[in-house]
Antibody
Framework: EVQLVESGGGLVKPGGSLRLSCAAS????????MNWVRQAPGKGLEWVSS????????YYADSVKGRFTISRDNAKNSLYLQMNSLRAEDTAVYYC?????????????WGQGTMVTVSS | EIVLTQSPGTLSLSPGERATLSCRAS???????LAWYQQKPGQAPRLLIY???SRATGIPDRFSGSGSGTDFTLTISRLEPEDFAVYYC??????FGQGTKVEIK
């Protein structure tokens, strides 16, 4: 079964850091681009970051550029999001999502999400 | 940057009725790069439609997508109880619409 499972969410103070992980299974992880998408409570979807299959290309939303770092370990079938200098507006459910083989930004498989709460 | 505007914000319908959801782009979008997702409460989004009109794997044929240029439509021909959810359109260049909630009337 194709599956993505996020972990690492939690409560953190403003200015703090958190590292999210996404474990992939059921497909050849190293062949696909991967993404992080977030959803603030009661709000819509916001693309956060993308990484190519070999990590050669990386992109960020302006809202997180300079604070978040996406990475992957193809040997471990894992995707990561290092989040620094967290703000209240970063509070959201963070989903990892697989980029379709025909287009990076067509998200064909999603994890169940992990909640990040930034609050003092 | 392309902005996607979905309408209506909420659609109140009964099971068995037809649902028509709209997604309008601020500038022309290649129909090859327009997708629709369904999200139920407490769940992750699920890909429904890609390339404006192609159904993703396992999606029932009561779901159909159409449109080109700046105007796109998701149609659910006969609503089933499990179809009541929020629907998002997406232009592959990272932008999502704000969502349309389909609720039971």
């Amino acid at each position: 079964e194709v599956q993505l499972v996020e972990s690492g969410g939690g409560l953190v103070k403003p200015g703090g850091s958190l590292r999210l992980s996404c474990a992939a299974s059921g497909f050849t992880f190293s062949s696909y681009s991967m993404n992080w998408v977030r959803q603030a409570p009661g709000k819509g979807l916001e693309w956060v970051s993308s990484i190519s299959s070999s990590s050669s290309y990386i992109y960020y939303a302006d809202s997180v550029k300079g604070r978040f770092t996406i990475s992957r370990d193809n040997a471990k079938n894992s995707l990561y999001l290092q989040m620094n200098s967290l703000r209240a507006e970063d509070t959201a459910v963070y989903y990892c999502a697989r980029g379709n083989s025909s287009s990076w930004y067509l998200f064909d498989i999603w994890g169940q999400g992990t909640m990040v709460t930034v609050s003092s | 940057e392309i902005v996607l505007t979905q309408s209506p914000g909420t659609l109140s319908l009964s099971p068995g009725e037809r649902a028509t959801l709209s997604c309008r782009a601020s500038q022309s979008v290649s129909s090859s790069y327009l997708a629709w997702y369904q999200q139920k409460p407490g769940q992750a989004p699920r890909l429904l439609i890609y390339g404006a009109s192609s159904r993703a794997t396992g999606i029932p044929d009561r779901f159909s997508g159409s449109g080109s240029g700046t105007d796109f439509t998701l149609t659910i021909s006969r609503l089933e109880p499990e179809d009541f959810a929020v629907y998002y359109c997406q232009q592959y260049g990272r932008a999502f619409g704000q969502g349309t909630k389909v609720e039971i009337k």
